[in-house]
């Protein structure tokens, strides 16, 4: 297994920044905007996110909320192992809102295929729109694009961007691992 850095530290804060500026250029106050992270990893840069447009840029508290996808894919009853699902905690209403889902890699699209199914449970946003760190490329296998990315990577079958933040992981970086 091989592994090459494909952003550092450094690196991912900038992209952060840029990402909750881009944020701010279409959601202004987030007012009537609510952050939804792909559980388990799309958490953690919803929350920094978050973090950062309250403590850096000054905006109103954001709702943020998680949302847990392992009974809504398409795949589930194929597994054979027993799945953990994570949790969900939405505590504010979806109805009429604007929602980011917010996840570390989009790849094929199937999560989030999965999570448009799963937040209908809360309720009908007037608007989602997708904000992702890393966008493989020419890797979707369903018509879903983020609205927002962070970098773009071209990554071929048998290699995985791995995305790991400090809070968790010890360590802002991302990887494209090959085996
Ligand atoms: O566009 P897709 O093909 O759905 O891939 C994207 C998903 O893959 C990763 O999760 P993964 O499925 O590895 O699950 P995990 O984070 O629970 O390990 C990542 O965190 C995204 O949610
Ligand atoms: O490269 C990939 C593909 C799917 N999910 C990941 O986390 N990385």
Avoid at 19 to 24: D, E, M, P, R, S
Avoid at 76 to 91: C, M, S, Y
Avoid at 101 to 124: E, H, K, P
Wanted: net charge neutral.
């Amino acid at each position: 297994m091989s592994q090459k850095v494909l952003l550092n530290s450094k690196e991912v804060t900038i992209i952060l920044h840029r990402l909750a500026c881009q944020l701010i250029e279409k959601h202004l106050d987030f007012s009537d905007t609510i952050l939804i992270g792909i559980q388990p990893r799309g958490v953690f840069l919803a929350e920094r996110l978050k973090q950062l447009l309250e403590n850096e840029y000054k905006t109103p508290e954001i709702s943020l909320g998680y949302l847990d996808i392992t009974f809504f894919r398409d795949d589930f009853r194929r597994t054979e192992k027993p799945l953990e699902a994570n949790k969900t905690q939405i505590n504010f209403i979806v109805e009429n809102k604007k929602v980011i889902f917010i996840d570390d890699v989009l790849f094929t699209g199937r999560s989030i295929r999965s999570a448009l199914t799963a937040v209908q449970s809360f309720g009908r946003p007037s608007e989602i729109e997708l904000l992702v760190l890393i966008d493989r490329r020419f890797s979707r296998h369903l018509p879903i694009q983020p609205d927002y990315r962070g970098r773009q990577v071209d990554a071929i079958n048998g290699e995985k961007v791995i995305v790991s933040w400090k809070e968790n992981d010890g360590e802002d970086v991302v990887h494209l691992v090959t085996n």
